[in-house]
């Protein structure tokens, strides 16, 4: 049985800093593709950052420069270090697989106060 538990989320002020992760079980990591979404209050979910199976890294336009997107393969775990948060950028985030099934950790909180 696959699961994703995310962890790291928590209140910061803005400029502040933090470290998502996502912890795999049932699947290894590597050899996927692992993307991060968001979702604020109100609105829908949107994609932020992915990392591929060779290590690539893409990310949305607003975050681009202040977030990065990291994989340890060993702890089969995925990361997402964010930097310079801004109020915006709180939102339920949640980590994301696909194999033949999309798989969706529970989300971790981030509340960035201005």
């Known amino acids: 049985q696959v699961q994703l538990v995310e962890s790291g989320g928590g209140l910061v002020q803005a400029g502040g800093s933090l470290r998502l992760s996502c912890a795999a079980s049932g699947i290894i990591f590597s050899s996927y593709s692992v993307h991060w979404y968001r979702q604020a209050p109100g609105k829908q979910r949107e994609w932020v950052a992915t990392?591929?199976?060779?290590?690539?890294?893409t990310y949305l336009d607003a975050v681009k420069g202040r977030f990065t997107i990291s994989r340890d393969n060993a702890k089969n775990t995925v990361y997402l270090q964010m930097n310079s948060l801004k109020p915006e950028d709180t939102a339920v985030y949640y980590c994301?697989?696909?194999?033949?099934?999309?798989?969706w950790g529970k989300g971790t909180l981030v509340t960035v106060s201005s």
């Open positions: 990392i591929s199976r060779g290590g690539s890294t």
């Open positions: 994301n697989t696909r194999t033949v099934t999309q798989y």
